[in-house]
């Protein structure tokens, strides 16, 4: 079983699997000296983070025997309610936090510490059943998500009349996921002028592996998430290019990592309660170490550029 295909299984179980105790979220364990460490903590947030973040904690566990790395995913507003709460040592968003989370956090002493680990596309995604969408407008994006019925499309056909003449099936992240907050800033908000979060007669999900499964069902659906869903399932599922007004671009590593995928590439975050300590920060400089950021890379994600991961680990560090 490969790395990738390991993460899948993993995560269509974990919103049931994983059974969160208070004092799991946070470090239980001072670093001893040399190798030996110990210890537990949770890390909560954002299904995009999440094959990141699990493919450091095995790698970290494999090393360090007596370290525990438990993982919930939340998305990211249910993980970030989470680590104000106190219930995680981590948790990772696919935006930047808002101010309004700021203050929860504030509100029971916690500051959150920003720690920048990859670089991801957020996928436009067909069945690999649709033979018809080779790419896709920013504009065309918006009249299919928006609110305003004015604009708003239903039909493959409103879009493009050699398009079939067929319903479009929609599939999403829910409300408290940073993909969903990125996802309508870009896409929605330049072009309607509006603080709207676009339609809602969608079928949303927290776990992206369950957007595959809806999106691979229909020749006719659309829905987006993580280019990294995209890699894990190549077999059922498609990127489209999508084109900002410079012609189709696809969102491949070097697309996004050279600012040409525009406007759906954006940056991955972990938060800690303050700046990384003892367990937490030792997991931290192992993902932005070289062997961390080549499992960034092996999972579908876009490891930090040379100058900005330095900046990165001295942060940490």
Not at 40 to 48: A, K, L, M, R
Not at 132 to 161: C, G, M, Y
């Amino acid at each position: 079983m490969t790395r990738t295909t390991s993460f899948a299984i993993l995560a269509s179980g974990l919103l049931t699997a994983v059974a969160l105790a208070g004092c799991a979220g946070t470090d239980s364990s001072e670093t001893p000296a040399g190798d030996a460490l110990s210890g537990q903590f949770t890390i909560t947030g954002s299904s995009t983070a999440y094959p990141v973040g699990q493919a450091w904690a095995e790698e970290f566990q494999a090393m360090h025997r007596d370290v525990r790395v438990d993982y919930n995913v939340l998305g990211t507003g249910g993980g970030f309610q989470a680590f104000c709460r106190g219930e995680a040592g981590i948790t990772g968003a696919s935006r930047p936090i808002k101010e309004s989370e700021v203050a929860a956090c504030a509100a029971n002493a916690i500051t959150p510490f920003e720690v920048q680990v990859a670089i991801d596309g957020l996928a436009v995604v067909v069945s690999t059943q649709n033979t018809f969408a080779q790419d896709i407008t920013v504009d065309e994006l918006n009249r299919i998500w928006t609110a305003d019925t004015t604009k708003q499309v239903n039909r493959w056909s409103e879009l493009r009349p050699e398009w079939p003449d067929e319903p479009i099936a929609l599939y999403g992240p829910g409300t408290n996921s940073g993909t969903f907050d990125y996802f309508v800033e870009v896409i929605i908000h330049p072009k309607d002028g509006t603080e709207t979060k676009g339609r809602s007669d969608y079928t949303p999900s927290e776990d992206d592996n369950i957007l595959v499964q809806g999106i691979a069902s229909s020749p006719y659906a659309l829905g987006y998430f993580g280019l990294a869903y995209v890699h894990e399932n190549a077999d059922k599922v498609r990127a489209v290019p999508v084109d900002n007004g410079a012609g189709p671009v696809a969102p491949t590593n070097e697309n996004v990592e050279g600012g040409r995928y525009a406007p759906l590439a954006r940056p991955i975050f972990y938060y800690t309660a303050g700046e990384p300590t003892g367990l937490v920060q030792e997991f931290l400089k192992y993902g932005l170490s070289d062997d961390g950021q080549a499992l960034v890379e092996e999972v579908g994600y876009i490891p930090l550029p040379a100058d900005q991961l330095a900046q990165v680990r001295a942060k940490v560090e």
